[in-house]
Nanobody, 122 residues
């Protein structure tokens, strides 16, 4: 029943902008950390940006200053605003929801969306 659905991907010219959205259902959204990952051809999947349940954020060095992650707990939605896009940003972008419990259970809840293609090309 858990679903993460990404949208907003597409083709954009270098220097352009896109805004990705991820709508979540079936989870208590506000207590989950949300993240955006991407996978380019021939490369491993990497973390692009993360948003904690408390509102903190983290970014990969390659996107700092250009990308912004935000969340709207009332809408169960996380966003990724991407500005000054480069060809190197071309990838499939995936939404992730994660919750980890420490001692004594060390239980993890981890969910993924289907991905949305972002292509940066002139």
């Amino acid at each position: 029943q858990v679903q993460l659905v990404e949208s907003g991907g597409g083709l954009v010219q270098p220097g352009g902008s896109l805004r990705l959205s991820c709508a979540a259902s079936g989870i208590n959204f506000s207590i989950y950390a949300m993240g955006w990952y991407r996978q380019a051809p021939g490369k491993q999947r990497e973390l692009v940006a993360a948003s904690t349940s408390g509102g903190g954020t983290n970014y990969a060095d390659s996107v700092k200053g250009r990308f912004t992650i935000s969340r709207d707990n009332a809408k169960n939605t996380v966003y990724l605003q991407m500005n000054s896009l480069k060809s190197e940003d071309t990838a499939v972008y995936y939404c992730n929801a994660n919750r980890r419990l420490g001692w004594p259970t060390y239980r993890e809840y981890d969910y993924w969306g289907q991905g949305t293609q972002v292509t940066v090309s002139s």
